[in-house]
């Protein structure tokens, strides 16, 4: 009975030896592919993280170089790298800069595309990325029937001529184009103008303002609304219904803008093309859009000419929006710091 006894336990024992052993085996080889497949998750998950930051650093470039208003760099940095030497011109515009950064608290500045349409570019962004609202007249206006007034009520069909900036466009088929710029900047305006989230503004004007077929539209759209206002108040000079703010009568002074055909030829078919607003059209764009555009000229340092604001005449609820140009052509944005 001892021995059977014996015999039984024995073989128990080596049953579970060998059960072991092929559990032991199991338990192994799936050790092995669990560190495996650990270590080939994270082989994986290292590249697809460095496949992720290079794909956003390219993003990032691309949005970076597409942006035609940079983000800010610091003032005097910037007046050190564009205006290096000895020159006459270059110690007075370093002096210019200096006097921006001691005296108007002006720290740091974004830089603008420098096409034809910089003027144009630097107000309209600030409008949006200030989230400022239509002015009073829009708000009592639907501007997108604007090019259908001024063509069939107003009898304005030389509007055929409109030439779009670079893309010297004329015909028949510039009312519609008129459209969809009006509707774009309709559009554009109303949503980030409800936009409250500073940051977010932010983000939606830098993807506006990285699309140049896009912004271009806002610009066409604004030239537009600056001939539009130019031919009701040349009706109102004709008819002598009410009085028009002087600036009209500066505007029509000048030889090449007597009437607004001529302001079209001569003028607005040329800007985003081969010339930039002038003096006057600052005026004008400031009046229509309702804000005071405050515009340091640094050619102009030591004189009156230093600081001018467009239009010069204007109410105390406009807002402020402010301009830095070195030689009235190309225009930046300057930012405030106390």
Request: glycine fraction near 4%.
């Amino acid at each position: 009975g001892r021995h059977e006894v014996w015999s039984w336990k024995t073989a128990s024992k080596e049953s579970l030896c060998l059960m072991w052993q092929k559990v032991k085996v199991q338990l192994m080889l799936s050790m092995s592919f669990l560190t495996a497949v650990f270590w080939y998750c994270r082989r994986l998950y290292s590249f697809l993280a460095q496949l992720l930051k290079r794909w956003s650093n390219y993003l990032q470039r691309q949005l970076i170089r597409n942006l035609s208003v940079l983000p800010e760099v610091d003032l005097l940095g910037y007046s050190a790298r564009e205006w290096k030497g000895e020159t006459k011109q270059a110690k007075q515009m370093r002096e210019a800069y200096e006097e921006l950064f001691r005296s108007c608290h002006i720290k740091y500045l974004r830089q603008v595309r420098r096409d034809n349409y910089s003027v144009l570019r630097a107000v309209l962004f600030q409008i949006f990325s200030q989230g400022i609202h239509f002015p009073s007249w829009m708000k009592e206006r639907d501007i997108l029937k604007l090019p259908e007034k001024l063509l069939y009520s107003q009898g304005c069909n030389w509007i055929q001529q409109y030439s779009f900036g670079p893309e010297r466009y004329t015909g028949p088929n510039a009312f519609g184009k008129l459209r969809k710029c009006m509707e774009a900047l309709k559009t554009n305006w109303a949503e980030i103008s409800a936009t409250r989230d500073y940051e977010e503004r932010g983000s939606i004007c830098n993807t506006l303002f990285s699309d140049e077929s896009k912004e271009y539209k806002l610009y066409e759209a604004i030239k537009f609304i600056m001939l539009y206002e130019v031919v009701e108040a040349y009706e109102q000079i004709k008819s002598r219904d009410k009085p028009v703010h002087n600036l009209f009568s500066l505007l029509f002074a000048r030889d090449s803008s007597s009437d607004p055909l001529s302001f079209m030829m001569n003028h607005l078919n040329s800007i985003g093309d081969s010339i930039c607003l002038d003096q006057v059209e600052l005026f004008l764009l400031g009046y229509l859009l309702e804000v005071k555009i405050r515009v340091y000229r640094l050619h102009r340092f030591n004189t009156e000419e230093f600081q001018e604001n467009y239009p010069d005449e204007y109410r105390r609820e406009w807002n402020e929006i402010s301009l830095l140009t070195e030689d009235d052509h190309y225009y930046h944005i300057p930012l405030f710091r106390t």
